[in-house]
């Protein structure tokens, strides 16, 4: 359930952290994400077989199961960093000449950040690559309490820092789908209950979460999709 914390603020910038078409400038309308009997085959061995799972806007789906289930893997292939063994993806209601990845935010295990680079140039790099973005990462810094830190280079970052940095990335562009593999590793209690809020306004914006985890994060709501390594 959404926090009423933030009611009024999810109304007001529903552009910002909804389902943003940002190419015809407008809000889009109902979307869904299904994966129908979906394979993945890595280094000639299966990986996971048949996993079928739907959502729609406003959803959560948290991925569990033991290490080696193919919950990363599922992620990526969404993503569309891992091909499709067979089955089918499909995304209703988004944009139809953009693949699916091109309409998602995938945050990994590597924080892909230059050490020499500092934390307002790296999101800024991150914002006109993935964009369009407004051009201010201002806020998005602010979001995940780095604004103190924008000016200092990357490599003298923590490792919870450089997490908080990599979860500014889905403030900075709007993307329908955000998919996070273990988005809490690192995060202290408080950048957790910060992320949480931020799931929580983009599920309220109708925007979709496909998280992998071994556990909960914060989104109660969430339906489990629990995966079991291949024999």
């Known amino acids: 359930m959404a926090d009423a914390t933030f009611t009024g603020i999810v109304v007001k910038d529903a552009r910002k952290f ?30 996971f077989l048949s996993v079928s799972f739907s959502l729609k806007s406003g959803e959560a789906l948290l991925v569990t199961g033991r ?13 569309g960093l891992v091909r499709v063994a067979s089955g089918t993806l499909a995304l209703e209601g988004g944009e139809p000449d953009s693949p699916i990845g091109e309409q998602a935010h995938y945050l ?12 307002a140039e790296n999101l800024q790099f991150w914002a006109e690559f993935l964009g369009p973005a407004s051009g201010d990462v201002a806020p998005a810094l602010a979001a995940v309490d780095l604004a103190p830190l924008a000016g200092l280079p990357a490599a003298y970052l923590s490792a919870g820092q450089r997490r908080r940095l990599s979860i500014a990335r889905l403030v900075a562009v709007p993307r329908a789908i955000w998919l996070l593999d273990e988005p809490t590793s690192a995060l202290d209690a408080a950048s957790q209950t910060r992320l949480a809020d931020l799931m929580r306004r983009h599920l309220t914006s109708g925007g979709m979460i496909v998280a992998a985890a071994h556990g909960a994060i914060g989104l ?7 995966m079991g390594a291949a024999a």
Request: charged residues 25%.
């Open 18 to 47: 909804g389902v943003f078409s940002a190419r015809r400038g407008r809000t889009a309308g109902l979307m869904q994400l299904t994966g129908d009997n979906l394979a993945c085959e890595r280094g000639g061995r299966d990986v």
């Open 108 to 119: 990994g295990h590597l924080d892909a950040l230059k050490p020499a680079l500092t934390v």
């Open 220 to 226: 109660e709501r969430a339906r489990e999709l629990k």
């Open 67 to 79: 290490n080696g289930a193919g919950k990363s893997s599922l992620l990526r292939m969404i993503a």
